[in-house]
């Protein structure tokens, strides 16, 4: 089993976003993948009870009893745990980072974003847990992500291979509760996700 953390002390940047479509390409995929809240706003709680469908797996949690829901999940079987944690949140956010085996900092290509991501860099670090930047929300040929990606260049961490792009498809999908690859299958946010998965099962070998 592999943990997963998104982590970004700026809000809106797309951890929940992110957390959830990763999880439903793990389960497309036939893995049983748990998703752990910590947002004390619940969004990925809110999003699972607009489902049918039972998996992923949601379960709203807090710093305290994180490492008793990993092991919960993985007693229970699970192949792949995400944690969505909340905004401002540097003590939580610094135990999800300490148990995952991956932090994904989601980052908009923005400067409201990327002067704010040193904060969350410092907790990636301080726990000692590889990390990887996500650039989320980018707009076709404004230039931004490529501005963003050099100014991220400067943490020495990697960058993910696949951009996510500014897409309608992403807000859709979760007011529906579903996931881009369910709501667009053959869309290019499903296709964004496919690879970004990808990317991630290979960095953590699951
Ligand atoms: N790639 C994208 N394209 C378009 N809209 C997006 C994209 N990613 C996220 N959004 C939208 O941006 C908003 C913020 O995303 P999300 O809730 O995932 O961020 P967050 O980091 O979890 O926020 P918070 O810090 O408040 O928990 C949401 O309305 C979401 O639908
Ligand atoms: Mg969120």
């Known amino acids: 089993m ?63 009893n ?21 905004p401002k949140s540097e003590s939580t956010s610094l135990i999800a980072a300490k148990l995952a085996d991956l932090v994904l900092i989601p980052c908009q290509p923005s ?29 076709a040929s404004s230039g931004l992500a490529d501005q963003a990606e050099e100014a991220l260049a400067g943490y020495r961490l990697p960058i993910a291979p696949v951009r996510l792009g500014n897409r309608v498809a992403y807000v859709k999908s979760l007011a529906d509760g579903q996931g881009v690859l369910e709501h667009e299958p053959r869309g290019r946010a499903a296709h964004e996700i496919t690879q970004l998965f990808g990317a991630i099962c290979k960095q953590v070998r699951l």
């Open 66 to 86: 994180l490492a008793d829901l990993i092991a919960r999940a993985r007693d229970g079987g699970a192949d792949l745990v995400i944690i969505d944690t909340a």
């Open 111 to 139: 400067n409201l974003d990327l002067d704010a991501i040193a904060d969350t860099v410092n907790i990636a670090t301080l726990a000692g847990t590889p990390a990887t930047f996500v650039l989320n929300n980018c707009r």
């Open 2 to 64: 592999k943990t997963i953390a998104l982590l970004s002390q700026k809000g809106g940047s797309g951890k929940t976003t992110i957390s959830l479509n990763l999880a439903i390409a793990a389960t497309l995929k036939g893995e049983s993948a748990v998703v752990i809240d910590l947002d004390p706003q619940q969004s990925a709680a809110r999003w699972s009870r607009l489902r049918s469908a039972d998996a992923p797996v949601i379960l709203p949690g807090h710093g305290p």
